[in-house]
């Protein structure tokens, strides 16, 4: 029973119990790696100082839940009107998941290009107030950052995350079964505008109101990206 209430409260209870069974019997650290393997919302870091216990049974059952994780890509419904949010599966991933702003910036001003970036633009529309190079660090730091929020199943396997890296440039790659929720208004929008009058457009229309929950990233009214 405790299992399953950490489990469907993983992203408040994993970290605190992580820390908390430090000094543990190994059998509670082996519960705790086979929970944070199937819950979603759960910082990487949980995994991963589990992979590191000294018992061997214990980063067994770590190992474990790791591949449970990649197994199952949770759909993230990322939240724009109104303010920045993002669930995984059913579960809101925190700001502090994301450990600075700026990888927080980063998934929204992708978002708001609507494809690829050029790296070194991206840097500046981030950072502009910031060296360079010193901003080209910052964003790759972002990017893991951001990677580790979203997916942290695949920590070890970039290739295959949400967030495509090249030389050149930046790109989201999205899942049929994401969403984001400018997306769904704008839809439900252009909808409602092409019908003829009548009930139908009326119920079209409302809608597409109740889609609508706010101005878009209103905590970055001002970035040039937005």
Same mark, same amino acid.
């Given at each position: 029973?405790?299992?399953?209430?950490?489990?469907?409260?993983?992203?408040?209870?994993?970290?605190?119990?992580?820390?908390?069974?430090?000094?543990?019997?190994?059998?509670?650290?082996?519960?705790?790696?086979?929970?944070?393997?199937?819950?979603?919302?759960? #910082?990487?870091?949980?995994?991963?100082?589990?992979?590191? #216990?000294?018992?061997?049974?214990?980063?067994?059952?770590?190992?474990?839940?790791?591949?449970?994780?990649?197994?199952?890509?949770?759909?993230?419904?990322?939240?724009?009107?109104?303010?920045?949010?993002?669930?995984?599966?059913?579960?809101?991933?925190?700001?502090?998941?994301?450990?600075?702003?700026?990888?927080?910036?980063?998934?929204?001003?992708?978002?708001?290009?609507?494809?690829?970036?050029?790296?070194?633009?991206?840097?500046?529309?981030?950072?502009?107030?910031?060296?360079?190079?010193?901003?080209?660090?910052?964003?790759?730091?972002?990017?893991?950052?951001?990677?580790?929020?979203?997916?942290?199943?695949?920590? =070890?396997?970039?290739?295959?995350?949400?967030?495509?890296?090249?030389?050149? !440039?930046?790109?989201?790659?999205?899942?049929?079964?994401? =969403?984001? #929720?400018?997306?769904?208004?704008? =839809?439900?929008?252009?909808?409602?505008?092409?019908?003829?009058?009548?009930?139908?457009?009326?119920?079209?229309?409302?809608?597409? =109101?109740?889609?609508?929950?706010?101005?878009?990233?209103?905590?970055?009214? !001002?970035?040039?990206?937005?």
């Amino acid at each position: 029973a405790a299992r399953e209430v950490i489990t469907a409260r993983a992203d408040q209870l994993l970290p605190a119990c992580a820390s908390l069974l430090i000094d543990a019997p190994t059998s509670a650290r082996a519960e705790l790696a086979a929970a944070a393997g199937e819950a979603t919302g759960v #910082d990487a870091s949980v995994l991963e100082n589990l992979l590191r #216990d000294p018992d061997q049974s214990v980063r067994r059952a770590a190992r474990a839940g790791r591949r449970r994780l990649r197994a199952t890509r949770f759909a993230l419904r990322l939240g724009g009107l109104g303010g920045f949010s993002v669930l995984r599966g059913d579960v809101s991933i925190p700001a502090s998941a994301f450990g600075s702003d700026g990888a927080r910036r980063l998934v929204a001003a992708l978002l708001c290009a609507g494809g690829p970036v050029p790296r070194a633009r991206m840097a500046e529309w981030l950072w502009p107030d910031v060296q360079p190079e010193r901003a080209r660090r910052r964003l790759l730091d972002a990017v893991r950052r951001l990677r580790r929020a979203l997916e942290p199943e695949l920590e =070890e396997a970039p290739e295959e995350s949400v967030v495509v890296v090249t030389d050149a !440039d930046l790109s989201l790659r999205l899942r049929p079964d994401d =969403e984001w #929720d400018v997306v769904r208004f704008l =839809e439900r929008a252009d909808e409602a505008l092409e019908g003829e009058p009548g009930p139908a457009r009326a119920a079209k229309l409302a809608a597409a =109101e109740a889609a609508y929950s706010g101005p878009l990233y209103p905590e970055w009214a !001002d970035a040039v990206w937005s």
